[in-house]
């Protein structure tokens, strides 16, 4: 009886469809184009160009360095330079004193020309919740905090114990998420600072009130679902949210609002609540 090995050959897998658009390299090269259009607040002579400056920024938080010092110490990384376009990457305190003095709207459109290559690609579709709505989570945030290094746009709170000052810096940051995807797309965040001419703290109520409306103005078909806790969980707030034809899931805490609570429990109790 003849004897021999029976070899299978399987056809290979269908390739995935790639979208050209959002391949890594073609992000990079849109972020790369728009910080190219930025303005440049320096001297016609400067020697590193300023979207070098924003790519090493984006670079250095792209791949998760814990400081600028590590990031300065591969500055020379050829590797690095090809995958994110870089010419030239400044040290850590060329890229601040280049980076300082730029306006957070000033990178708006960035995310704004990123925003719009998902919606092209149909990378969006899968992040509808409700209704068409897309859910856009919105929260505050510190990214600076010491008691020696300030500016003049820091927040301050003085310690009314001992009359120390801290110095911060925070942020109202806003993504749209999904509870079925890990992964997010931000929108640009607004700061939370002490505005030209002002002497007060600005605050997480007032950025939300701007950001939205940059939101709006920036997306004016987007259906949206903000989500935000407790702190926007107020009148002002609610209305500024209905004005911008945006839904809202808004968080409330017993703690935070004993008279909404009081009136819902009596809502219950005269059987006048509906579901």
Not at 12 to 18: C, H, S, T
């Amino acid at each position: 009886m003849a004897k021999g090995i029976a070899v299978v050959v399987s056809p290979p897998p269908a390739a995935r469809k790639v979208r050209k658009g959002l391949s890594a390299d073609a992000l990079y090269d849109l972020v790369g184009d728009a910080f190219g259009q930025l303005p440049d607040h320096r001297h016609e002579k400067a020697t590193i160009p300023l979207a070098d400056a924003a790519l090493s920024a984006f670079a250095m938080f792209s791949l998760k360095d814990p400081s600028l010092l590590a990031f300065d110490s591969r500055r020379n990384d050829q590797n690095m330079k090809t995958l994110f376009g870089i010419g030239q990457i400044p040290s850590d305190t060329q890229m601040r004193e280049i980076l300082d003095p730029l306006q957070p709207d000033l990178l708006r459109p960035v995310f704004n020309d990123v925003f719009r290559q998902l919606q092209r690609g149909k990378a969006l579709e899968p992040y509808v919740f409700h209704d068409d709505c897309y859910l856009l989570a919105l929260d505050g945030t510190g990214y600076f905090s010491s008691n020696k290094v300030h500016c003049d746009s820091c927040l301050q709170k003085k310690n009314k114990q001992t009359g120390e000052v801290t110095y911060q810096h925070q942020m109202l940051g806003a993504a749209i998420v999904h509870p079925d995807h890990k992964e997010v797309i931000p929108l640009a965040p607004e700061p939370i600072q002490k505005q030209d001419g002002s002497s007060k703290n600005d605050c997480e109520r007032n950025a939300a009130k701007r950001l939205l409306r940059k939101i709006r103005q920036e997306h004016p078909r987007l259906k949206l679902l903000v989500v935000e806790d407790g702190l926007a969980s107020n009148a002002p707030h609610i209305r500024d949210l209905i004005e911008l034809r945006m839904h809202f899931l808004l968080g409330v805490k017993p703690g935070d609002h004993e008279f909404l609570f009081e009136r819902v429990t009596e809502a219950f109790e005269q059987d006048r609540v509906t579901t």
